[in-house]
Structures are given as structure tokens and as C-alpha cells.
């Protein structure tokens, strides 16, 4: 099974998939090699994205706390409804930090700020979205991550206002910009081990892309392991090889090596 991250990995600098990956995807599957997107996006993305892959693709979304396969969710993990509403409230108390907070759930995600640039950011990553007057109406037990995209640097500011502030859950760098907050017991290298196991694949058997900290224990977790050249410093220490950048379409330029 091959797994990929998205952003800063798979996808090109303008947030595309590479129109080359496509005849290696489908070498993949005459092969009888799984591929599956391993990303912080929601679900509803990733399966729009991949469309042309058909139906029965193999899907890690919101960083691991959606599993999805053959057709249906095979693991979801949720956060405390009253965690959310601690989050929503900490956020908000701090309007001196250029930030915007969303809710993402498993049918959705919600936001409450309107201004065009922060829209901007979210549809990158969300296609089911929509505008509340209130966070704290959305908050369900279908919240499955908060996700806050800071315009300043999300590891030298927005991290460090949550400290304290962040219900109890870790705080999780999955961008330049972004932060996610998220149940502790899972992450992107867990879902790897979920999706393989409801797949019925050795874990030894899977090899694994990423470039950022959210994707660490994915590198970690999985048989082999690239870093991209632009990944986070932190990765490309664990990772057992590395891989050309993303502009350079990296992942490819692996796969067409591996696959012949």
C-alpha cells in the first residue's frame, strides 16, 4: 500500500495533482498496490479530488480521524463536545491574533468569520463548508478536529497562544499556517495501521510520503518512508529516504523508479 500525504507532498505548488501521477495510479492498480491520500483535509475533498479514481478508493482524511474504505467510514475518531466549546471560546478571546477557527465534523465544516481571505484559505481544504453566525451551534458529537489557520507563523504565534488554552489536546503543526487540534490518541501513522488492518495489509508492507509534523508518525509508522526535500527538518531525521520536492513532483519521480 502506498500512502501520501497532499500538501507540500503529492500535490504541486498550486495545490494540483500532477497529471503524471495518474497512469502510476493506475499502474498501481493493475499491481494490485492500495493508494491512499493521507491528509488533513476533509473527506468530502479528497474523495472530489480523486474522483477519477472511482468509488472504492482507500482514504486517511482530517489527519487521520477519518478512515475511509471500500465505500464507508471504517474509523472515526471524535472530540468532547465540551472540549470544542472551550476551544471556540479560547480563540475567541484572543481577537489580537490574526486567526479563524474551523469546525470540522464528519458531514462538514463550519466557520464563523466571513472576510474573503480567510475564505480563500478554507476552500483550498474544505468543499462542504459553510458560514454560522455561532461555532458553538455546530458543535456536535460529529466534531472530529478543530482546525485554526493563524495569517501569522502557526509554530512562532498561534501555538503559543493555545498553550493552556487548547482543551487538553495536543497541538498539532499541520502547515506554515494551520493548526489542528485533535483527540491525543490519534494521528495519521494510527489511521495507517486502522486502514491496513481493515484492508487486511501488513503495516511492513506500506510505504509512506509526507513532509510536515502531522505527517511524523505516519513516516514513522509505516515499512519504508520518504520525506520530501521541503519537508520539516524533524521528518526528514526520521524518514529512511528522501524524495525530490513537491514542485519537482517528488512522489512520482519515486513511484516511476519503484514501479518500473
Known sequence: MVVTDMDGTLLDDNHRIPDEFWPLFEKMQERGIVFAPASGRQLATLQHQF?????HLSIIAENGNVVYHDGEIVSLTTVEEATCHAI???VQSRPDIDWGLVICRADGAFISRRDQRFRDECDLYYR?????DDLHEVVNEQVVKLAIFCFASAEEVGAPALEGNSGGLPITISGQHWIDLM???MNKGIAL???AEAIGIP???TLAFGDFLNDYELVKEAGASYAMANGHPKVK???DHIAPS???HGVMRVLEELLG
Not at 51 to 55: F, S
Not at 128 to 132: A, E, M, N, Q
Request: hydrophobic share 50%.
Open 51 to 55: 474522483a477519477a479514481a472511482g468509488p
Open 88 to 90: 471556540v471560546d479560547a
Open 128 to 132: 462542504k463548508l459553510d458560514i454560522v
Open 183 to 185: 483527540r491525543p490518541e
Open 193 to 195: 495501521r486502522r486502514l
Open 203 to 205: 503495516v511492513e508492507e
Open 237 to 239: 531525521a526520521i524518514a
Open 246 to 248: 513537491n514542485a519537482e
